[in-house]
């Protein structure tokens, strides 16, 4: 089974790669320490905030929002591959940003734009709690 969430991990990164790079119309240099950046700030804040929001509701309410069933780590609340997936919408996140910022809009615009695009991650990551093996970047992507 690990074998094959790595598998699809690494076609996920070709597909975000090529579906960004047709997003960006290849006439944008990409910043390699940018994308690294968001790519990491996204994969440590998506895991932390997954078990701390997991934690939150198992103390308040009785029982979790959602609970990993593969290669599950901090009792379901976050799976190992998560951190894989964070950084990969972090990635994601950054050629939509940089897209928005070549069309000039006023600033205003520009964060709605953003906003839009990380509601995307938040209805991505509810999809997840539906579809087992992590399916849901398919839909993101």
């Not at 790669?17 to 119309?25: C, P």
């Not at 320490?33 to 103390?59: H, M, P, Q, W």
Request: aromatic share 18%.
């Amino acid at each position: 089974m690990v074998t094959n969430l790595i598998l699809f991990f690494l076609y996920l990164v070709v597909v975000i790669y090529f579906a960004d790079l047709a997003l960006t119309n290849k006439s944008m240099q990409t910043n390699i320490k940018d994308a690294y950046l968001y790519s990491g700030t996204l994969a440590i804040i998506g895991c932390v905030s997954e078990v701390a929001t997991n934690s939150f509701c198992r103390t308040v309410f009785g029982s979790p929002l959602w609970l990993y069933h593969v290669t599950p780590i901090h009792q379901g609340d976050t799976s190992i591959f998560a951190f894989f997936q964070w950084s990969l919408f972090g990635y994601h996140l950054y050629y939509v940003r940089k897209k928005i910022q070549s069309y000039h809009f006023s600033r205003y615009f520009r964060f709605g734009s953003l906003c839009r695009c990380v509601d995307a991650g938040n209805i991505s990551q509810r999809i997840k709690q539906c579809i087992p093996g992590h399916v849901h970047f398919l839909l993101s992507a």
